[in-house]
């Protein structure tokens, strides 16, 4: 209960300090379709020269475009606000007042400076997705698992932020890291069996981008193997799992900047 | 209420070359220093007391602080606040102590104040009724109400600490860790922060440790002080007694209508006038002897500075 009261303080904190800046949310949609336009462009020039590409058709490449504009509205929204705020607090020893709060810091730091705005993304991309959904004729079982293989890759996106996170304790100035992940995230756009050799092994392994993107297009086409989506779903709470234990490590060396 | 035994924290400094191809080098081969913050330091405080926590800049105090506010971890050594633990950072123990930070901040930036307030009401677990009660009481006790709805950048550095208190206190806690709570603030805005320390701790019980560079801050709010110096502790009493010991005693002045002498009894002869340092046990004595020797003008006791007190506590060594 009281979870959820803090969670929304910190929800509506965000959103007036955005309101603050004047951003139109107009200004944010129109942005939003913009981008997702352009997001798929190159998906149109490439299909204009092969009906398929590695087996995958323009509608089901869609699919995967679809998530991956999701997965860069969570990153807009929330993962990205959320880390530079983080190595702010950090750098100047603010991140103290965080500590002394009595509600879990990783649950604070994860909500504390969003950009609620930006969640206009994601309704793009499930717009997008739900365009493909209709032209690969996906059931309701392969929207259910492609939905949940969507939140256990959101789940890896913010256990890779909360690792970068808890490396700012040691380093301090990390943002540059959230490039890396925006990066890694980029090569997304496409189905992860396009790519070879190392960048393919990086991209399902390392940086398990391919969890976010083309698992959930794969299980929209039904063709992702039940053993395959509850794999996917055990790296997801194993990385959680991780993030969570480098999380606390961190915390504990935390020497905060002297005053 | 705040139980400290035996305390160390040591901190590990890498060391770095100087210039250029110093700092190229210790890229690559890092040389770490100890730095000794806190050193054996043991102390206890009642519920209820208001503590001045005094040392030179540099002597472990926000260390401490940090320490018993549960956001270090110490390198040995135990204590207990209110009870706890504070390594554990149990949600329950945060619920009873507070700790503002005179450079630091924690409100809302770009917000009013009463967003702060409404976020930590929230997030402190707060019932609703009550800490708006507490709410209405800090406003009024630090006469906040004309900045409540004003951005906080918007604020002066005096208008911001009044606000920073208000924020910090809104869940009553037991234990206020102040540290430079009056840093940077003019002498009326000090004042305020004063008196709202005074009165919040009368009304509320709360057991008060604080640090302050300003020796006004300590003889108006603290009756006991505990004076540190490199990490170690030098004096824990009351007030006044560390002026008995360390100032050198009182400073009993004569100026004679005549030509003073050179010396008389206890007095020497200082700019013209009859000057003698003594414990406060001899001060009527020597008062009395000048009294029947000379013929005195005029006549003045003054307790030693502070300050000076403290510099020459700070410059011993231990």
New interface residues.
């Given amino acids: 209960m009281?979870l959820g009261?803090?969670i929304?303080?910190?929800m509506?904190?965000s959103l007036?300090?955005t309101m603050?800046?004047r951003a139109s949310f107009f200004g944010e949609v129109a942005m939003a379709v913009a981008w997702a336009f352009w997001t798929t462009v190159p998906l149109f020039v490439v299909f204009d020269q092969a009906p398929t590409l590695a087996g995958w058709t323009t509608e089901e490449a869609l699919a995967v475009v679809g998530f991956f504009i999701i997965a860069q509205g969570v990153l807009e929204a929330l993962v990205d606000p959320n880390l530079r705020a983080v190595v702010e607090h950090v750098r100047?020893?603010?991140f103290?007042?965080v500590?002394?709060?009595?509600?879990d810091a990783q649950l604070?730091v994860s909500l504390h400076r969003t950009e609620p705005l930006k969640l206009v993304h994601c309704v793009v991309g499930a717009g997008v997705v739900a365009y493909a959904a209709k032209a690969v004729d996906a059931g309701p079982v392969e929207l259910l698992s492609a939905t949940l293989l969507m939140f256990a890759g959101l789940t890896l996106l913010h256990s890779l932020w909360t690792v970068v996170v808890s490396s700012a304790f040691f380093f301090v100035k990390v943002d540059n890291l959230s490039w890396l992940i925006r990066a890694g995230l980029d090569a997304g756009r496409w189905p992860v069996s396009l790519y070879r050799g190392f960048v393919r092994f990086v991209l399902t392994f390392v940086l398990p981008i391919g969890l976010v993107t083309t698992y959930p297009a794969l299980a929209l086409r039904g063709e992702l193997k039940p053993s395959t989506g509850l794999g996917a779903m055990v790296i997801a709470v194993l990385f959680a799992g991780v993030a969570r234990i480098a999380w606390t490590q961190s915390l504990?060396r935390?020497?905060?900047a002297?005053? | 209420m705040i139980q400290v035994t035996a305390l160390n924290k040591v901190y590990t400094v890498p060391k770095r070359g100087e210039g250029l191809w110093g700092s190229i080098r210790s890229l690559f081969s890092r040389e770490v220093e100890e730095v000794r913050a806190v050193a054996d330091l043991s102390f206890s405080i009642q519920a209820g007391e208001r503590v001045g926590f005094l040392g030179p800049n540099g002597a472990g105090k926000t260390t401490t602080l940090k320490m018993l506010a549960g956001l270090l971890v110490p390198s040995s050594g135990e204590r207990v606040v209110a009870g706890f633990d504070p390594s554990k950072r149990d949600p329950a123990f945060l619920r009873r102590i507070t700790l503002v930070m005179g450079q630091k901040q924690q409100l809302l930036w770009d917000l009013p104040p009463i967003e702060t307030f409404a976020l930590n009401r929230a997030l402190f677990g707060l019932d609703e009724a009550e800490a708006r009660r507490t709410q209405d009481e800090l406003i009024e006790l630090l006469e906040l109400g004309p900045l409540l709805n004003r951005p906080v950048r918007n604020l002066s550095l005096g208008e911001r600490m009044k606000c920073e208190l208000a924020a910090a206190l809104l869940h009553r806690p037991d234990v206020l860790f102040l540290d430079e709570p009056t840093i940077g603030l003019d002498v009326r805005a000090q004042g305020t922060v004063r008196r709202f320390i005074a009165e919040w701790n009368e009304r509320s019980g709360a057991t008060v440790l604080l640090t302050s560079h300003y020796m006004a801050d300590i003889a108006a709010l603290c009756p006991r002080v505990i004076v540190i110096a490199g990490g170690a502790l030098r004096y824990d009493g009351p007030l006044k007694d560390l002026a008995e010991r360390y100032g050198g005693g009182r400073k009993v002045v004569v100026r004679t209508r005549d030509e003073a002498p050179e010396t008389l009894g206890p007095f020497t002869r200082e700019d013209g006038a009859l000057v003698a340092r003594l414990p406060s046990a001899e001060v009527a004595a020597a008062v009395d002897f000048a009294l029947r020797q000379v013929a005195v003008a005029d006549l003045s006791i003054e307790e030693p500075p502070l300050e000076d007190v403290l510099s020459k506590l700070f410059a011993e060594r231990s």
Avoid: E, M
């Avoid at chain 1, 500590?99 to 509600?103: D, E, S, V």
């Fill in positions: 009281s009261v803090s929304a303080a910190l509506r904190a007036l300090t603050r800046y100047q020893g603010t103290d007042f500590l002394l709060k009595p509600i604070y504990r935390y020497s905060s002297s005053s």
